[in-house]
């Protein structure tokens, strides 16, 4: 059911901005589909702040990240009308814009500073040069690992690990008597969740989702040697049940003091060094996402952004939501509540040029990781695709959400690693061939 306008006494907008109000004019109550993850439910607590300053009211639709992935998706392409505002992020965007599905962010204020945001992720979230969702954060993934273990096991982190690095210090972390384990790592079935991981992880073995052809490559070598790596690894030092661990289940894993290391978004390292949530915060170092010695390591490049669908009776109103959140007085306000250190990352050049952002610990590994992502050059043999942890084609997201329910049900013990690649090279192939690639 959407949402009634309200009628209340409030000013008028000054075109573009978020300026107080004067006189009387419509205020619109806005849905907004979102993430349920720490930075977007910190964003909820906030949006007093905006119907202060512009007379408009918020309703959130909270939602894990498969489901929104699925909600977002089915409502923007029958045109649903469900949400003026979409959490989406560098996969759909170029996709959606191209197909007119979403409403062009090209005439932003000037206060608000387009130009600010980093060209890594303005490049991602545009399609023929015109922004299409204003990143609320940007991330890619790297190394985090608890200081204390790492000393106690008689190692020392380099600052660009290799995987097998990582797997001797897992299995020297891993302590099964009182619970820690030694490498907490996404298993869950979702091509943005554990298919994003070991995309990635293949990516740095040599592995590929296609040739230049567009055949699936889930019958070569590299994925085989990736996925047997991963699967020895999580068995060795990894939880119990990690089939079914995402993002938030390995943070909470985390927090709690039961990981040696957690290799995921850059964006929880203020999470997992928050004093009031976490109870190793003291005790936290980064590194980047390992490599195996090819020349391209094992991390991702993502923004979650903000992004108004077309068709939207709200289109003013929720572009000054956007602004409103993802600008550089939100970092402001979120700093002055938080603390510098859980302002929303990755998303503005300004951020890395501040003083008070430069003293928090995980500020120059965040902006190294992001920088150290190539998705023009994703994959060490060449590929008709960009995208690193996705291929950036429409039929990717459910090719690869089957893909990673195959790989799940290895994790599971469900099925051999030979089972999963078989059934991914044929099932990728035929999706490809029905489209039309092949």
């Keep these: 059911m959407k949402p009634k306008k309200l009628n209340i006494l409030a000013g008028a907008v000054i075109a573009g901005s978020l300026s107080a109000m004067a006189g009387n004019a419509l205020a619109e109550t806005l849905t907004i589909a979102t993430v349920n993850n720490g930075d977007m439910i910190r964003m909820q ?26 909600r977002v998706t089915t409502d923007i392409t029958t045109r649903g009308g469900a949400f003026d505002i979409m959490t989406i ?39 023929d040069g015109t922004l299409y969702a204003a990143p609320f954060y940007g991330e890619s993934s790297m190394v985090m690992y608890r200081t204390d273990l790492m000393q106690k096991a008689g190692l020392k982190m380099p600052k660009a690990p290799n995987w ?25 079935a979702g091509w943005g969740e554990g298919g994003a991981f070991i995309t990635v992880t293949g990516n740095s073995f040599g592995a590929r989702w296609f040739d230049e052809n567009w055949n699936a490559q889930f019958d070569q070598p590299e994925w085989a040697n990736a996925l047997n790596f991963f699967v020895g690894m999580m068995k060795e030092s990894g939880p119990a049940g990690y089939a079914t661990n995402g993002f938030n289940e390995n943070l909470s894993l985390f927090q709690q003091g039961k990981c040696g290391m957690w290799i995921d978004a850059t964006v929880a390292a203020s999470f997992v060094t928050n004093p009031k949530d976490s109870t190793v915060a003291d005790k936290v170092g980064f590194a980047l996402a390992p490599d195996n010695g090819l020349g391209k390591r094992s991390n991702w490049l993502w923004a979650w952004a903000l992004a108004v669908p077309a068709g939207s009776q709200k289109v003013d109103a929720a572009k000054q939501f956007i602004e409103w959140a993802t600008s550089k007085e939100y970092i402001e306000l979120v700093a002055s509540k938080e603390g510098w250190a859980n302002v929303p990352p990755g998303a503005r050049t300004s951020l890395y040029q501040n003083p008070n952002y430069k003293k928090v610990p995980f500020a120059q590994m965040t ?24 291929v950036a084609i429409p039929e990717f997201a459910g090719i690869a959400t089957e893909v990673s329910q195959e790989f799940s049900a290895v994790y599971a013990g469900q099925q051999s690693v030979a089972e999963a690649l078989r059934k991914a090279q044929a099932l990728t192939n035929d999706a490809m061939e029905a489209a039309g690639y092949r």
Aim: hydrophobic share 40%; charged share 25%; glycine share 8%.
């Design 45 to 70: 607590k906030l949006t007093d702040d905006f119907t202060n300053k512009t007379g408009h009211k918020v309703e959130w639709v909270t939602l894990e990240e498969n489901v929104l992935r699925q």
């Design 367 to 390: 902006l190294d990781s992001i920088n150290a992502a190539d998705p023009q050059n994703p994959t060490v043999k060449p590929v008709p695709y960009v995208g690193i942890q996705f």
């Design 164 to 188: 097998q690095f990582i797997r001797k210090a897992a299995a020297a972390m891993t302590d099964r008597a009182n619970d820690i384990n030694g490498v907490c790592l996404r298993g869950k």
């Design 89 to 127: 992020g560098m996969y759909e965007t170029p996709i959606w814009g191209k197909n007119g599905w979403l409403v062009a962010l090209n005439d932003l204020s000037a206060s608000y500073d387009v130009d600010d945001i980093l060209p890594a992720m303005r490049s991602g979230l545009s399609y």
